[in-house]
């Protein structure tokens, strides 16, 4: 046989292949990515079936590599590829250091260290024995030990009971889980959630004074969950002292800042599923500005940012109406850009230039919304620190927490009636998972969607007696609502002695249940649930 003869025999071998299934393996030991047995096998069979012409071969390994990235991308725990498809207007916004700078959070150091260990090691493997059929005796332990796990928890699912009966379906008074846990149960369960949610209305509603000696002002505040507090080592921060009942359980219901401002201003109901939350008729009694305008407050709305990212401005005109901005921010000098090259201006000249046009006088109530991106990933200070936006999230992040402290104690020199709800629309995953990068959203875990939400009272003939509240209890944005309700029936600006637990009384409780665009994360007896199709469920292990 000659030498030409024998470099175009077909050999069964996957060559240089081998490297690209031992990485997966290795990312599969260390549960970094998943592992398809069935599209995975039909792969390494496509590879390893012997091709003797140089051309095929050559067209074959080009195939290989679109399949391959296709591959490794379907096993990673990314969101699906039309996910990425449907935003990527809004990632085309995004300016380029930014956009490097998440690339590079796809490939960690551990990991190309990792990478080129497999390397080497094939290169002295191969020399010593067949390293295909080492890949192949893998490849077939996986095939006959991969069993799907079922879903299950060890304790029975909590009953969800539904209030009022609208459909025959409806005519049982509760549902109950069984212990192993399937997705017909899990569907059943989101279903008796939502319809239960649909039934809930605030008692914002019902009959209260029209006049009213104090305002309201709402902190809207971008990425900041209680687990990026325990990330910096803010979660004692003097701010969250400050407030007087403190929600420990609240869940933003959702990761994204467009639905997060959505559900806060239609917080007189209960939780709408995602998909109604574009929806612009839906109920005008869940409009939480609408229902205190008729109790006599005037809307106000606050900005940082120009609110044009991802239609923002549009969500809060079609929610709470069409105003104008109370503070004009180019009167402001801008102290960060955006990740997408906007200015964003510094919290603390944009409120006490609001608190320093207003005064509380005979003129009408007010209620006004403030929004801050001032710690979203990726913003950048424009004469500060140079590093990633993954160091400099700590520093941003202290800087919104110092400057609402400052506010608060601006406020409390004032003399002025005011009540501050400080509830931030989401976390920003500084600290990631297995199964998201630092950064990423695209799952609404708890991680991101349990937000610290805090209440404080100013006011010079305030009579708070007692201690402060903490709420341990799950809380959502129906809670906010009735709170208001309280505080407005409870008349706790005359100077009358009052406790706060009296406020707190009958706030609405609910499941944990978050949702982004085509994405449902439940949580069930501390499992958490997934569902990316909203038929077929997989637990959700963030470590």
């Excluded at 997705?183 to 279903?191: F, G, S, V």
């Excluded at 939480?288 to 008729?294: H, K, S």
């Excluded at 921010?329 to 102290?335: A, D, H, I, M, V």
């Excluded at 008349?491 to 944990?512: T, W």
Aim: aromatic letters at 10%; a negative charge.
């Amino acid at each position: 046989m000659t030498t030409k003869q024998l470099s175009e025999k077909a050999v069964w071998s996957l060559g240089w292949w081998n490297i690209y299934f031992l990485i997966k393996f290795a990312l599969k030991f260390k549960g970094i990515i998943g592992f398809s047995v069935l599209y995975n096998f039909a792969f390494f069979s496509f590879l390893l079936i012997p091709v003797s012409h140089r051309g095929l071969r050559i067209a074959r390994n080009c195939i290989g590599i679109v399949i391959g990235l296709w591959l490794f991308y379907f096993d990673s725990f990314l969101p699906p590829l039309n996910r990425l498809t449907e935003q990527l207007s809004q990632l085309l916004q995004f300016d380029t250091l930014y956009l490097l700078e998440l690339a590079s959070r796809f490939i960690s150091l551990d990991i190309m260290i990792l990478s080129g260990l497999i390397i080497i090691g094939y290169y002295f493997a191969n020399q010593i024995f067949r390293v295909t059929t080492l890949v192949m005796v893998t490849m077939l332990f996986f095939s006959f030990n991969h069993t799907e796990q079922p879903l299950s928890v060890h304790a029975k699912v909590p009953q969800v009971k539904i209030e009022k009966i609208t459909t025959l379906e409806q005519e049982l008074s509760n549902l109950t889980l069984p212990d192993v846990i399937d997705d017909i149960a899990l569907n059943q369960y989101r279903k008796a959630f939502f319809d239960n949610e649909a039934q809930k209305i605030s008692t914002l509603h019902s009959g209260l004074n029209l006049e009213h000696n104090f305002d309201i002002l709402l902190l809207n505040i971008c990425s900041v969950a209680w687990d990026d507090l325990d990330l910096t080592g803010q979660i004692a921060h003097p701010l969250l002292q400050e407030f007087d009942i403190l929600f420990e359980n609240f869940n933003s219901a959702t990761a994204y800042s467009g639905p997060a401002v959505i559900r806060l201003l239609r917080a007189s109901c209960g939780q709408q599923e995602h998909t109604t939350l574009f929806d612009t008729s839906s109920n005008k009694q869940c409009l939480l500005f609408d229902n205190l305008a008729q109790l006599g407050f005037e809307n106000e709305l606050l900005l940082n940012h120009n609110g044009q990212f991802g239609n923002f401005m549009t969500h809060i005109n079609n929610n709470l109406g069409i105003i104008s901005p109370a503070v004009d921010l180019e009167n402001l000098s801008p102290y960060q850009k955006s990740f997408d090259g906007s200015s964003i201006y510094r919290d603390a000249s944009v409120l006490n230039q609001w608190l320093s046009q207003g005064s509380q006088n005979d003129s009408r109530p007010t209620v006004t919304l403030y929004n801050s991106i001032s710690a979203h990933d990726g913003n950048r200070i424009i004469r500060g620190n140079t590093g990633s936006s993954l160091i400099s999230y700590k520093q941003q992040q202290k800087n919104v927490l110092d400057d609402l402290y400052d506010f608060v104690n601006n406020l409390k020199k004032s003399n002025r009636n005011l009540v501050v709800i400080f509830v931030p629309e989401h976390g920003a995953a500084m600290r990631g998972d297995k199964m998201q990068i630092q950064g990423m959203r695209e799952v609404p875990t708890t991680a991101i969607t349990r937000v610290p939400v805090g209440i404080k009272l100013f006011g010079p003939n305030l009579n708070i007696q007692g201690d402060k509240v903490k709420i341990s209890q799950p809380n959502s944005y129906l809670a906010i609502s009735d709170l208001l309700g309280n505080i407005i029936a409870s008349d706790i600006f005359s100077g009358r002695a009052f406790q706060l637990n009296d406020l707190v009384r009958n706030l609405d409780e609910v499941g944990i249940v978050s949702q982004n665009q085509g994405t449902t994360m439940m949580e069930v007896r501390e499992a958490s649930f997934l569902t990316l199709d909203d038929e077929s469920w997989i637990q959700y292990k963030a470590n």
